[in-house]
Structure formats: C-alpha cells, structure tokens
C-alpha cells in the first residue's frame, strides 16, 4: 500500500508564494504520474496539476496555469506544487495523489492514493 503526506500549507496574503510538498512510500513511485487536487468548503474537489513519471510532462487547470509549478524528484519520493501570486479563491485544502496512468490526467477517479491534505489560506 502507499501513503501519501503533504506539508507546507498555510496562511498567506494574496500575491505571496508558498511551496507544497508531498512524500511518497510508495514502492515503486517512479511508476506512478502524481497530482495535485484542491477542495474548498462547500465544492467539489477540484483538479490543479499533474505530472508524469518521468517528469517531462504536466497538465496544470486553467485557473492556476503560469502561476503554479509541479514537480518532482524521484530520488527523494518527493512531488512539489510551487504556487505564485496567490489568490483569495485559491483558499482550500491541498491533496496530494498518484496514479498508475502513464498521462498526468486531471480525472479525479484515476487517482488510486490520496494525503490527507493541507491547508492553504489566501487572505485579502
């Protein structure tokens, strides 16, 4: 079985950064595309970012594409989302998941293991 543990959550002021980081125990993680999902109160949980095995490719949503970065290093079991220019709406808890699809999917049902999530707070 794999687990899953996000850190670096937070709360922060709208236009400053913060750096989530999730370790992984999964055996054989570099077989896995990891991703990011957001939920805050009240919605459904909501894609952010995903990135392939190999790291060579991404899939970020809409509304956080050139402001937030994946990536990982697959020595350390690490996946990372470095978010920029922050924004109120951004306010959610953060989870970290990886699938066995070879493609970094948005598609909330692929994912086979999930953190527990952090938090992230953007005030105004």
């Known amino acids: 079985q794999g687990q899953l543990v996000e850190s670096g959550g937070g709360l922060v002021q709208a236009g400053d950064s913060l750096r989530l980081s999730c370790e992984a125990s999964l055996r054989t993680f570099t077989t896995y595309a990891m991703g990011w999902f957001r939920q805050a109160p009240g919605k459904e949980r909501e894609f952010v970012a995903a990135?392939?095995?190999?790291?060579?490719?991404?899939n970020y949503a809409d509304s956080v594409k050139d402001r937030f970065t994946i990536s990982r290093d697959n020595a350390k079991k690490t996946v990372s989302l470095q978010m920029d220019s922050l924004k109120p709406e951004d306010t959610a808890v953060y989870y970290c998941?990886?699938?066995?699809?070879?493609?970094?999917?948005?598609?909330?049902?692929?994912?086979?293991?999930w953190g527990q999530g952090t938090q992230v707070t953007v005030s105004s």
């Open positions: 998941a990886a699938t066995s699809v070879s493609i970094p999917t948005a598609r909330r049902e692929l994912y086979r293991f």
């Open positions: 990135i392939v095995s190999s790291g060579t490719n991404t």
